[in-house]
C-alpha cells in the first residue's frame, strides 16, 4: 500500500467571467499539485482570495477541473466514479450557519449521507450509528432530535464534522472550520480534529488563513498566492526557515508569545494589494509585491523546486 492517499497533478479551475462584453477566464487555481499521505494532514494558507476553497472544491470534483488531475489511492476521480469515491472523501464547510439546513434535526443531518450511501440495514442500526458518530464528536445523544438552529456555531461544526465522518471517509478537505467560531471555541474544534485523526486514521486538507492554526495542526504546510503554490515544507521548516518572500511577511505577520522571537523575526510589510486574478502580473505573480524582484520575475513564472528535504520554493532570487 503507496503512502500516498491524495495526489493532485496541475490542477486548474478557471472561472470565465464575464469582462464587458467579453467573457475571460479567472484563473482562480493554475496549476496546483501537491500529495497528502495516509493519516496525514497538510494545511493550505493563503490570504482571502487566493483559491484555497477552490482547490478544495475541485480536489473534490464540486467543480469540474479545467485541467489536471487527482488521484486518490492510486485511482483516477472522474465523473463516472465520483459518486462512489465521495464516501472516501468529504469536506467540512467554513460557515456551520450556511452549511448545515437549519429545519433539520441533528438525526436527519447526520442519517443523510448513511442513507445515501445505503450504510445502514435498519433503523435501529442506523439509529445507532448516528449516537455514535454525536459521541465521537462530543454532542450529548439527548440532543440528536433537537434542530440544528438551535445550536452554537463550535456545536454545529462538530454536528457537520459528524456528518462528514458518517461515512467512515480516509480523506476530509477541512474549509476553515474554525475561523467562523469564537477564539475560545477554536482550540477545543481544533483538538477534536486532531483527536478523530488519531483514531480514524484520516487525512485532511486543512485550509486556513491563519498560520497559527495550520501551524498546530499539519505535518506540511503548502502556501497560496494568486492560484499557485509558492512553498511547501514541513510545519516547522516552514515556520523555523520560510524562503519564499511571501511566505516570510505571512509569518512576520504572525504574533509569537515568545518576546526573543518576535524581535529577532523583523516585520515585513507588504506593498501594495493583492492583484486582481483577472489581470494578473505576468510571469511571477507575486513580483509586483515582491523586494527581490528582477527583470527575470517579470518574464518567467518560478516553477517549485525542492531545495532539499522536501522543501519546495516557487522563487528565481531565493
Ligand atoms: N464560482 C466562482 N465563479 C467565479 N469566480 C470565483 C468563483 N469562486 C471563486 N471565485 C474567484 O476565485 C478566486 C479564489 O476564490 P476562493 O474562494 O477559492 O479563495 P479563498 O482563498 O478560499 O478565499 P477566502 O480566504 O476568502 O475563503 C477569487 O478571485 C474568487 O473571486
Ligand atoms: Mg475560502
Redesign the pocket.
Known sequence: MSETLVEVKNLKQY?P?RAGFKTVP?K?VDDVSFEVGRGETLGLV?E???????VGRTVLRLYEPTAGEVRFDGELVTDKNITAMRKQMQMVF?DPYSSLDPRMTVEDIIGEPLDVHHLCANRKERREKILELMSFVGLNAEHARRYAHEFSGGQRQRIGIARALAVDPKFIVCD?PVSALDVSIQAQVINMFEELQEKLGVAYLFIA?DLLVVHHISRRIAVMYLGKIVEVADSDELNGHPVHPYTESLLSAVPIPDPDVTRARKRILLEGDVPS?LHMPTGCAFRTRCRFATEQCAHECPALTDRGGGHFVACWNK
Request: with cysteine; hydrophobic share 25%; glycine share 18%.
Open positions: 472561472f467571467v479567472l482562480a493563503g482571502s482570495g487566493c483559491g484555497k476553497t477552490t467554513q476553515e488563513h486574478p
